[in-house]
């Protein structure tokens, strides 16, 4: 069986992750909403924030450790506070933030860049101790071939563009279930 949400429970997982970072940033305790027995799934997971539609923060888990809920409220407050390519989020900001939230399958290690879908498919590269990644989503918007969205995660990784080419280098492929506010 396939996994999937719905409409109600991505409603609770967009309030959870705002209400995590409003309580944060107004130094007080959360106060969340009920959850669902699959909320309870643990799934990786991701939480971007947009300002203006411009990234603002991004964070996540690939592969689930934590109930869903627990991931995306923790998630939420890695990318408000502790994305290194962001300050802080300030309380000013809060207003002009969109949250979008990525519930992603299981990794699937793939053998061939051909096996890559733009637009289904977010890809994990790995090699030694090297990781990058971009959620499904990303190539899609940044109108790449496969070849530019493998030597983008390269490049992310801190790779050589043509690494992934290299024998000891693992590919992966994801899907994800991605919505938000708007």
């Not at 290690?109 to 637009?119: A, M």
């Amino acid at each position: 069986m396939e996994f999937s949400l719905t409409d109600e429970e991505k409603k609770i997982l967009l309030e959870s992750a705002r209400e995590t970072i409003t309580a944060k940033l107004d130094e007080r305790k959360a106060v969340y909403s009920s959850t669902t027995k699959t909320l309870e799934t643990q799934c990786g997971a991701f939480v971007t924030l947009h300002k203006y539609g411009q990234l603002r923060g991004c964070i996540g888990n690939l592969v689930g450790v934590k109930p869903l809920y627990t991931t995306i409220r923790d998630m939420a407050i890695a990318s408000a506070f502790e994305d290194p390519r962001f300050m802080s989020l300030s309380k000013k900001e809060l207003e002009e933030i969109d949250i979008e939230i990525s519930v992603l399958s299981p990794l699937i290690k793939i053998k061939s860049i051909d096996d890559i879908k733009i637009g289904e498919h977010g890809i994990l590269i790995k090699r030694g101790f090297r990781s990058g990644t971009f959620l499904p989503q990303v190539a899609a918007e940044q109108k790449w071939s496969v070849n530019e969205l493998i030597t983008n995660v390269c490049l992310k990784a801190g790779m050589d563009t043509d690494s992934w080419k290299a024998p000891d280098t693992e590919l992966f492929v994801y899907t994800a279930i991605v919505f938000g506010e708007k």
